[in-house]
Each structure stands twice: as C-alpha cells, then as structure tokens.
C-alpha cells in the first residue's frame, strides 16, 4: 500500500509482508516518509494487518481486518476507532474520504481573520467543502452505509439498504458533497447526498441514456469506481 498526500510530498507505506528477515516490511506496520527530505516521520504498528490507508490535510485513516482508526494529522494523536468486517474482494477495506479536506482548526482561524457576513447559501456550500467525512460499511450490515462527520466526530448519517448485495466501493466526490456507491454485483452505481444521505442518482449498466451524466458521474469518483462505472457504461461485467 502506497498512499501519497494531494499536493505535498508526503507518502504512507504499508509492506506486504517480507518474513522474519524484513520486519520493516510488515504489513501491520504502517511509515509516514517526506520523500523531499528523505526523512521518516512516524512509524506506526497495529494489532492487525492493515487493509487500506487514505488521508488528507485533516486526517490519516487506517483500515485493518476489525477495525478502522483516524488519526488527526496534526499530531497523529487518535480521534475515533469504528468497527469495520467488510473486506472487497482485493483485500482491501471498503472505506472513503474526501481530499479537500482541511483542519478543523484551519477552517476556524481562516473564518475568524474575515469580517463577519450574514449567512448565505455561498457560505454553507463553503463549509461543506472543508468538511471533512469518512464513509465506512456498517459492522453491523453489509448492505448499510455508515457516513461519519470528522470535525464533530459523530455519526451525520447512515444509509440503509443502499444496495441489494454487500457494498464493495465507496467513492467521494473531491469537495466531499456527494457520496458514490457500488455492490459487489456491480451493476448499479448510486451517489448520495452528503451530510443528508439523501439518493441522488442510479447509473445502471446497459442504460442508453446514460451516455449525458456519465462525464459528470466519471470525475467524482476515485481511480478503482471509475474503473467500475466505465465496465457499467460499456455494459461489461463488473
């Protein structure tokens, strides 16, 4: 596992395991690295092996087989511990966050040094920008999907029955406003609303009048749910 901060150049490193002769590589040891400077930040061990990483300028979010643990990047002091037991079938943990991101303190402090405004709707969508949120599959259904509010650290939402098979992929759009989704089965792609949960849209494989909204659909999604939602587009399998 390979994960590197958008815009800096730091990277998270997991190995895949190298026997006794290569504890370094271990796959339940994960290293912070400045790839400029050459310099090891943190080097942090888990109980288990860890599944899948992602961040951004507010937080670092380690998936393991139980459990997933955010850390604030400031610090890497420990913020919150969900559970999670659903593993897609690479391996990997089935969780997202949104990049653009930033500290909560961060937001604050810029709030502050402007003048103070009426509250207008430029303002909320400004803030749901700088939210950040974490979407995890429930522990308790794998059909469920669990929306976390990371500035608060508390639950915003939870989406039942957000498909019909387990959840495989989840997916944030860059701002974090809206949520993708997709099953193991794969034949369906559905985006939500975030914070609300609210269901937005349904991309299924075969449709022809899919062919407007899948340039829209495309961009908001990470690299592996494009990859699914252009098998859906030319009615492969997925």
Request: a negative charge; charged letters at 25%.
């Amino acid at each position: 596992i390979c994960e590197m901060l958008r815009d800096t150049r730091l990277i998270v490193c997991v190995g895949d395991g190298g026997g006794l002769e290569t504890p370094d590589l271990s796959p339940r040891r994960l290293k912070i690295l400045n790839v400029d400077w050459e310099t090891l930040i943190a080097d942090l061990a888990f109980r288990t092996t860890v599944r899948s990483v992602k961040m951004n300028r507010h937080v670092l979010v380690v998936c393991e087989d139980e459990e997933v643990t955010v850390f604030e990047m400031k610090g890497l002091t420990r913020v919150m511990n969900v559970p999670q037991r659903n593993v897609n079938a690479e391996g990997k943990g089935v969780m997202a966050i949104n990049s653009d991101a930033v500290s909560a303190s961060d937001f604050s402090s810029s709030s502050e040094k402007g003048e103070e405004k009426e509250e207008t709707k430029d303002d909320q969508s400004a803030t749901n920008t700088n939210s950040s949120y974490l979407a995890v599959v429930s522990h308790l259904s794998e059909t469920t999907v669990v929306i976390y509010d990371l500035h608060n650290v508390h639950v915003a939402t939870e989406i039942p029955n957000a498909h019909e098979g387990p959840v495989a992929m989840l997916a944030f759009s860059q701002k974090g406003d809206i949520l993708a989704s997709c099953s193991v089965k794969g034949t369906v792609v559905r985006t939500w609303d975030v914070p609300s949960g609210e269901p937005r849209n349904i991309f299924r494989r075969g449709s022809t009048t899919a062919e407007s909204p899948w340039p829209n659909a495309l961009w908001l999604c990470d690299r592996e749910l494009c990859r699914r939602v252009g098998r859906l587009e030319h009615g492969g399998g997925a």
